[in-house]
Antibody
Framework: QVQLQESGPGLVKPSQTLSLTCSVS??????????WNWIRRSAGKGLEWIGR???????NYNPSLKTRVTISLDTSKNQFALSLRSVTAADTAVYYC??????????????????WGQGTTVAVSS | DIVLTQSPLSLPVTPGEPASISCRST???????????LDWYVQKPGQSPQLLIY???YRASGVPDRFSGSGSGTDFTLKISKVEAEDVGIYYC??????????FGQGTKLDIK
């Protein structure tokens, strides 16, 4: 059974970098079968997709965050990470990692975001 | 970006009664492959979101058959044939057209009367 677990600091100061990690158990992030995603839920905006990474390292980002976001893989630890730079109070949210069961072109096969982490709350405040 | 508009935003339902949520898109979600790239998720109180329906009408593994998704192009519907107490939560539609930014609807809060 695949499980995802987010980890990282719960409080980040404005203008600093928010760094989160998603640990994957029960599957290999190198398997080439899934996209690994970050999504957040804030009080003001509901669910917002941040971006995703494939086993090959190919990334896609939400344009609204693209200049500040990096998603990366750490295959040695079977983890993927989110880095969000220059944070403001608007980045306060619950951050989720999720597995998207889809081919790299989203067309050969697509089965939705079928596994989610429990979420981690991040507050941006001085 | 593609914008999804859900209605209603609040849905009080009597147990055993049916429920229906609409999701309308500003662009067609029908891909040249013939599939509609529209998913439904529910976030129950204290839990993370979970997948109900993918590609418009395909139930995810383990989802009860009282949930069904329908629609094509820009208009989609999630139906619950007989609401149970455990169905309380916020329901979201999400579009996942290839090469597009994934976007979610505002969410519909379902609760029990």
């Amino acid at each position: 059974q695949v499980q995802l677990q987010e980890s990282g600091p719960g409080l980040v100061k404005p203008s600093q970098t928010l760094s989160l990690t998603c640990s994957v158990s029960g599957d290999s992030i190198r398997s080439g079968t899934f996209y690994w995603n970050w999504i957040r839920r804030s009080a003001g905006k509901g669910l917002e997709w941040i971006g995703r990474i494939y086993a090959t390292g190919t990334t896609n980002y939400n344009p609204s965050l693209k200049t500040r976001v990096t998603i990366s893989l750490d295959t040695s630890k079977n983890q993927f990470a989110l880095s969000l730079r220059s944070v403001t109070a608007a980045d306060t949210a619950v951050y989720y990692c999720a597995r998207l069961y889809a081919s790299d072109n989203d067309v050969t096969y697509y089965y939705g975001m079928d596994v989610w982490g429990q979420g981690t709350t991040v507050a941006v405040s001085s | 970006d593609i914008v999804l508009t859900q209605s209603p935003l609040s849905l009080p339902v009597t147990p055993g009664e049916p429920a229906s949520i609409s999701c309308r898109s500003t662009q067609s979600l029908l891909h040249s492959s013939g599939y509609n790239y529209l998913d439904w998720y529910v976030q129950k109180p204290g839990q993370s979101p979970q997948l109900l329906i993918y590609l418009g009408s395909y139930r995810a593994s383990g989802v009860p058959d009282r949930f069904s998704g329908s629609g094509s192009g820009t208009d989609f519907t999630l139906k619950i044939s007989k609401v149970e107490a455990e169905d309380v939560g916020i329901y979201y539609c999400m579009q996942a057209l290839p090469t597009q930014v994934f976007t979610f609807g505002q969410g519909t809060k379902l609760d029990i009367k």
